[in-house]
């Protein structure tokens, strides 16, 4: 059967997930005409949900998600024909930890991420960035592009840093730990809502998804007055994560109650 590749394409309105979907789309179909596995570069869950979407028109296909371990938030999809079996495994990454010199636990998710992607790798080759318990780094990254990080990266701030390869099983992020906020606003605004839950004023909340500094369940979002719901997950750069945890009504006063976990 021939898909009509603009009619699939159709169905994703948005610049990112209509380029998604596109390169997705093209995978899947030169897996489906060689019989050949195709891999996609590191997807974020927003990707990976309009991957799926695509990859379900395909029906002689089958995909294995994969990031380095379970709970991985960035993953490549492994496409292969129905006739393979094809498991984890077979999805090319290579981990590298990032060990300071000094200053170990000075050094935090962004300084690392920050001296990575200033080195002019594009976001999509590389995973997640997992901090240890010891002020470790270690970082999932697409294998072409780990003999340019071990020869470059050689600074993370004004910290040297040394890099090796790592195994799967050496794998060991620390505990992620989240904070609850429990907060009243008065809409379910998204500069309302992220206002406080990452304790900005609503001037400079308003400034940062205007410079296109928030996202909004990992698509960078630019209107201020958004609406959220329970469930959705919000990124301030340089702040970390706020998911919507729950909705519990109003007040008295008529103000939304809200119970927000702010991942760091």
């Avoid at 309009?50 to 028109?57: N, W, Y």
């Avoid at 590389?126 to 294998?143: K, M, R, W, Y």
């Avoid at 959705?232 to 340089?238: K, N, P, T, V």
Wanted: proline share 4%; charged share 25%; glycine share 6%.
């Amino acid at each position: 059967m021939t898909l009509d590749r603009e009619k699939i394409l159709e169905r994703f309105t948005q610049e990112l997930e209509r380029i998604t979907a596109a390169v997705v789309f093209d995978l899947a179909a030169r897996t489906a005409a060689t019989g050949r596995p195709e891999v996609t570069d590191f997807l974020d869950p927003f990707q990976q949900r309009v991957a799926e979407k695509v990859l379900h028109c395909f029906r002689e296909l089958k995909f294995t998600v994969w990031g380095g371990y379970t709970v991985a938030e960035r993953a490549r999809l492994l496409l292969y024909p129905k006739a393979l079996q094809a498991g984890a495994d077979r999805v090319p990454l290579v981990l590298l930890e990032i060990t300071p010199g000094s200053d170990v636990h000075n050094l935090s998710h962004s300084d690392y991420l920050g001296a990575v992607l200033s080195l002019g790798l594009r976001r999509e080759k590389v995973g997640d960035l997992l901090l240890t318990a010891e002020g470790c780094a270690q970082l999932i990254i697409s294998p072409e592009m780990s003999p340019y990080l071990q020869a470059n990266l050689s600074m993370v701030g004004r910290t040297p840093v040394k890099l090796r390869e790592i195994a799967l099983h050496e794998l060991a992020p620390a505990a992620r730990s989240a904070r609850e906020i429990r907060a009243t606003v008065a809409s379910l605004r998204l500069d309302a809502v992220a206002s406080a839950g990452f304790g900005l004023s609503r001037s400079k909340l308003v400034q940062a998804v205007r410079a296109g500094q928030v996202k909004l369940n990992w698509q960078s979002v630019k209107t201020p007055s958004a609406s959220v719901k329970e469930g959705d997950c919000l990124s301030l750069a340089g702040r970390g994560r706020l998911e919507i945890a729950a909705v519990m009504g109003e007040s008295r006063s008529g103000r939304h109650r809200l119970l927000l976990k702010k991942h760091c």
